[in-house]
T-cell receptor, first 112, second 116 residues
Framework: SQQGEEDPQALSIQEGENATMNCSYK?????LQWYRQNSGRGLVHLILIRSNEREKHSGRLRVTLDTSKKSSSLLITASRAADTASYFC????????????FGKGTKLTVNP | DGGITQSPKYLFRKEGQNVTLSCEQN?????MYWYRQDPGQGLRLIYY???????QKGDIAEGYSVSREKKESFPLTVTSAQKNPTAFYLCASSFGRTGQSSYEQYFGPGTRLTVT
């Protein structure tokens, strides 16, 4: 199906450690977005990486994209308790409309 | 203060009643979306609209209806035909133009609907 699949489903780390989440998809994309959702809230856009980009940074976030492997990763460096949330990837597929398809996400817990 | 709002935050209804969830945006976005999220699950697309007076079914449209009479508003009605309506409902909007790459979506705070 046309959606990203995040891995792992859950991740628990200590404050200060790095957190890495992965996203895989099946068909060609124009771009890929990452979103964060705090418990009981709406999603917040984190970063968009285009298909011709390999890496993008935003503050403590680093996103990589490997179109040959159809995968992306989100790295959060020096994690904080406030980073505790679910993280979703949303591939923007070629020939698709504006709709995005979200997977089940990675639930990140950062322990103080 | 630009943004996307949903009301109410919590909504309780009896089984068999229709209920309408509100979604308003002042971001001048063309596209608007409704998602449903069940506990521990991802988002599933119910309906989306890329322009006023037009909308398309998403993956789980059965039992739901929408209208898009104004650019700013995209209300969702959960009808009595929806078998399991208790869920968290999220509205989103984006610049979205047909044929363009996917744009960033801005989400509202969500409405938690409980039907008993």
């Amino acid at each position: 199906s046309q959606q990203g699949e995040e891995d792992p489903q859950a991740l628990s780390i200590q404050e200060g450690e790095n957190a890495t989440m992965n996203c895989s998809y099946k068909t060609s994309i124009n771009n890929l977005q990452w979103y964060r959702q705090n418990s009981g809230r709406g999603l917040v856009h984190l970063i968009l990486i285009r298909s011709n980009e390999r890496e993008k940074h935003s503050g403590r976030l680093r996103v990589t994209l490997d179109t040959s492997k159809k995968s992306s990763s989100l790295l959060i460096t020096a994690s904080r308790a406030a980073d505790t949330a679910s993280y979703f990837c949303a591939p923007g597929f070629q020939g698709g409309s504006e709709k995005l398809v979200f997977g089940k996400g990675t639930k990140l817990t950062v322990n103080p | 203060d630009g943004g996307i709002t949903q009301s109410p935050k919590y909504l309780f209804r009896k089984e068999g009643q229709n209920v309408t969830l509100s979604c308003e945006q002042n971001l001048n976005h063309d596209a608007m979306y409704w998602y449903r999220q069940d506990p521990g699950q991802g988002l599933r697309l119910i309906y989306y609209s890329q322009i006023v007076n037009d909308f398309q079914k998403g993956d789980i449209a059965e039992g739901y209806s929408v209208s898009r009479e104004k650019k700013e508003s995209f209300p969702l009605t959960v009808t009595s035909a929806q078998k399991n309506p208790t869920a968290f409902y999220l509205c989103a909007s984006s610049f979205g133009r047909t044929g363009q790459s996917s744009y960033e979506q801005y989400f509202g705070p969500g409405t938690r609907l409980t039907v008993t």
